[in-house]
T-cell receptor
């Protein structure tokens, strides 16, 4: 199993550009989520999905869109990048949304918006 | 408003000694707590967890203690090893249909050989 994979590892954008951060998992996990990590802020939940076709907002959803057409993939879209979106983005998955279920994180995407 | 706080940004410990990482929370609805470990350029990995109905959970060299009245938990690593050097995140969760982890800001642990 590859676990949770994220592409790209690094990305530089100009303000106003759009892009999609890819996330895939091969563990047949129902629950997937996106976090961003900023200095002094820890990890904050952006969007999450409890299964294919179902998504919901987390703590900091503004400026981001998601969709979940398959169990395996959960892309994160930035429609019009802003410098405030400069961050490290982590995708995570777990078998089912339960408090005792471990979330597995991908290696992260480091995004810089100029 | 930070619901989960790790007030020590960094901690340095000698190899073989005990490392104690602390975490405070404000939301009394949290019913499950987790510790994640993160190496540079990698995603966080799950380390240990504790339910709010317990006050201690142990897994090898790692023990988590929960004091609900003080809204405080701590992670003890005994003995500390250089490979334990990483950022440790405390996270909290409250019940519902989804895993909405609330993370602390992290503590960078450096274990000196």
């Amino acid at each position: 199993n590859a676990g949770v994979t994220q592409t790209p590892k690094f990305q530089v954008l100009k303000t106003g550009q759009s892009m999609t951060l890819q996330c895939a998992q091969d563990m047949n996990h129902e629950y997937m989520s996106w976090y961003r990590q900023d200095p002094g802020m820890g990890l904050r939940l952006i969007h999450y999905s409890v299964g294919a076709g179902i998504t919901d907002q987390g703590e900091v959803p503004n400026g981001y869109n998601v969709s979940r057409s398959t169990t395996e993939d959960f892309p994160l879209r930035l429609l019009s990048a802003a410098p405030s979106q400069t961050s490290v983005y982590f995708c995570a998955s777990s078998y089912q949304p339960g408090s005792t279920d471990t979330q597995y994180f991908g290696p992260g995407t480091r995004l810089t918006v100029l | 408003d930070q619901q989960v706080k790790q007030n020590s940004p960094s901690l340095s410990v000698q190899e073989g000694r005990i490392s104690i990482l602390n975490c405070d929370y404000t939301n009394s609805m949290f019913d499950y707590f987790l510790w994640y470990k993160k190496y540079p350029a990698e995603g966080p990995t799950f380390l240990i967890s504790i339910s709010s109905i317990k006050d201690k959970n142990e897994d090898g060299r790692f023990t988590v203690f929960l004091n609900k009245s003080a809204k405080h938990l701590s992670l003890h690593i005994v003995p500390s090893q250089p490979g334990d050097s990483a950022v440790y995140f405390c996270a909290a969760l409250y019940g519902g249909a989804t895993n909405k982890l609330i993370f602390g800001t992290g503590t960078l642990l450096a274990v000196q050989p």
